[in-house]
């Protein structure tokens, strides 16, 4: 489930707002968005994909919160660790490009 | 709740769903020269259950021998309720449109030969693409808009009306042709990108009469991680499945011990420890990298720590049924009213078996086209008529408002007795006709609560018709299950546990205060047909 939003990070462009399939998110007074709706969260991952600041986690449990640490967080980089994974943001190979996935059949155990 | 004035547009073709399939109608429709409106209850590119994970593809070269095997093993598998003419228009197609995909820009990977592998799409990269390429064509697209109902009149659709979430603001779109595209229905059951996936497109069309087939074939549970939502599970190919006490279960990921098991509440895991090298487990974290990402943030290694295993129910996403199309444009028996991807059915080309991530892929992609197409020549056809039809709103249920309306709806508690009757395994894996004959009385019983006032929010108004939508389509699911009184694809009766010669026909449902039930006769696989398949093993 989606666990915070860093105030720090947030750069205020509703693009978490705009691209939840779930409308987790409200555009808050100070136009950092806030957590609204967090039990519709789908754990899909696609804000933190979409959040061009790295400002978004979501956790990887489908119904529980670990409250972590932001300062833990991104001390083990998991702050846009999705972004960086899809290759998503200047200078990144996109996933997509080097998908092992038309090869993994090659190494289906027997 | 503030009301903000809505917006009212008009154009040719409304399609409604922004996944795969909607954004190839809304593109095709407007290649026709078509004016497009899409509207997504999301967001086009991230919604729905393709955009946040990988997805294999039906992607055959163009070689007669090769594709007629393919065919002939489908159909076989398919209890011989696939065609294929079907088959066949879908190789073609998804071959044609994965070129397209390239020269807009996706990087398929190449072999050693240099030959393009155009067999798996990554969701984001995909999606984003097509977000591009429907712009691109001039669509008009209607994010955070979900459509609450159709409008009609005596000649069909014509066009729908919503909200947008984010200002509770209403839109109203008149059409000439609409494409039903909103997925199929996987009941809140957390898997990856399905919670948006609640049958509202079944409910819009079957207000209008449409009917709905092959709702039997919806038997699918996906294996996933206790803890998380990814629901991909081909890695699990590599994958050791264990009971408590370390007892290695036969049969992988398609052993029948692993619903058995989970249905007593005894917990089964898995540990990925056949990708054994580290170039393997390389090679794995670059393809389905999806599935890495809630063990990493877990702090556990799935190719060395064994972890517990959940089944998460997917409906008709992985099942089969959906809206009845009667024609190869994806039209449906509503006149304007065309379906795609899994809000239609796809009996036609998985029969009775699950069309998994590959055949669905496909049909996304090709039923969308079709549609798309169809819709597009069908309302340019109209002419200027649709600005002046006296179209009245369709939708009858989950929509009560205002102070004299019947006691306020506990949504949750709705949703939560609607999961209680198809999420369990028990009830819905393992059918019997005596469980299921219960289980749908007591959804029948709760059908009248969808008639009660909604809440007045902007949340409130989409949950009560995706429950209304949900509530809809568990009881067709089960009426049709029931009406099949025998094992054919997925499709399970523990009283009758053989494949039955003489049902090799569809089940069409319909209506929603009364639901009917009537078979429709499949056609063209005759030349298939070969000696029937040996009454499959009953569930233990």
């Known amino acids: 489930m989606i666990e915070l939003v860093s105030r720090e990070r947030c750069v205020k462009c509703d693009m978490c707002v705009r691209v939840c399939p779930t409308h987790v998110f409200d555009r808050g007074a100070d136009g950092v968005p806030v957590i609204a709706r967090r039990e519709d969260c789908q754990t899909c991952y696609m804000c933190e994909a979409y959040c061009p600041a790295d400002a978004l986690y979501v956790g990887p449990y489908a119904d529980r919160l670990d409250h972590p640490d932001e300062g833990e967080l991104a001390a083990k980089g998991l702050l846009g660790s999705w972004r960086k994974t899809i290759g998503w943001g200047p200078g990144r190979t996109k996933l997509a490009a080097i998908d092992t996935t038309p090869f993994i059949d090659r190494i289906l155990p027997r | ?540």
């Open chain 2, 1 to 540: 709740m503030k009301r903000r004035e809505g917006v009212r547009l008009t154009a040719d073709v409304l399609v409604v769903g922004g996944g795969p399939a909607g954004a190839w109608a809304a593109w095709s429709a407007a290649s026709q020269g078509a004016k497009v409106v899409l509207a997504e209850k999301g967001y086009l590119g991230s919604s729905g259950a393709t955009a946040p994970g990988g997805t294999n593809l039906l992607y055959l070269p163009p070689d007669p021998a090769l594709r007629d095997e393919a065919v002939r093993k489908r159909v076989r598998d398919s209890g011989y309720l696939a065609e294929p003419d079907w088959i066949h228009r879908v190789l073609d197609q998804v071959y044609e449109n994965l070129q397209l995909v390239e020269s807009w820009g996706y990087p398929f990977r190449r072999d050693e030969n240099g030959t393009p592998m155009r067999d798996h799409l990554q969701g984001p990269e995909y999606m984003r693409l097509m977000r591009r390429v429907v712009r691109r064509a001039g669509v008009t697209i209607l994010d955070q808009s979900p459509a609450l109902e159709l409008l009609a009149d005596a000649h069909g659709v014509g066009g729908a009306r919503g909200i947008f979430r984010l200002d509770g603001s209403a839109w109203e779109v008149r059409a000439g042709a609409v494409v039903i595209a909103t997925g199929g229905c996987a009941f809140l059951s957390n898997g990856l990108g399905c919670n948006v996936l609640t049958g509202d497109g079944y409910l819009m069309a079957a207000e209008l009469g449409a009917e709905m087939s092959g709702m039997e074939f919806t038997r699918y549970y996906a294996p996933c991680s206790a803890f998380g939502t990814v629901t991909r599970s081909r890695l699990l190919n590599w994958a050791t499945f264990t009971t408590e006490d370390g007892t290695v279960l036969k049969g992988g990921r398609r052993s029948e011990l692993l619903p058995l098991l989970l249905s007593q509440g005894r917990p089964v895991y898995a540990v990925l420890d056949k990708a054994d090298t580290e170039e393997k487990r390389n090679m794995l974290r670059h393809s389905h990298a999806i599935f890495f990402l809630p063990f990493d943030r877990a702090g556990i290694d799935p190719f060395r720590q064994r972890f517990p295993l959940t089944l998460r129910y997917e409906g008709t996403v992985r099942g089969t049924g959906g809206i009845r199309i009667v024609d190869e444009n994806c039209a449906t028996t509503v006149g304007g009213l065309f379906a795609a991807g899994d809000a239609a059915t796809r009996e036609r080309v998985t029969g009775g078996i699950s069309g998994g991530g590959a055949f669905n892929a496909a049909w996304a992609i090709c039923s969308g086209t079709w549609a798309g197409r169809a819709a597009a020549r069908y309302a340019l056809s109209l002419g200027n008529r649709t600005a002046t039809r006296a179209l009245r709103p369709a939708g009858r249920s989950g929509l009560a408002a205002g102070a004299e309306a019947p006691p306020e709806l506990d949504l949750a508690e709705l949703v939560s007795a609607i999961q209680r009757e198809v999420l369990p395994l028990s009830i819905n894996y393992f059918r019997s006709e005596a469980g299921l004959e219960r289980s749908l009385e007591r959804l029948n019983a709760l059908w009248p609560l969808v008639h009660r006032r909604v809440p007045d929010t902007v949340r409130g108004r989409v949950r009560a018709r995706e429950a209304a939508a949900m509530l809809a389509t568990a009881r067709w699911m089960y009426t049709a299950a029931l009406a099949r009184r025998e094992t054919r694809g997925m499709h399970t009766l523990a009283e009758y546990p053989a494949e039955d010669p003489a049902q090799r026909h569809r089940l069409l449902v319909s209506g929603l205060d009364r639901i009917r039930v009537r078979t429709d006769p499949v056609r063209g696989n005759g030349l298939y047909e070969e000696a029937p398949a040996a009454g499959r093993e009953a569930v233990p």
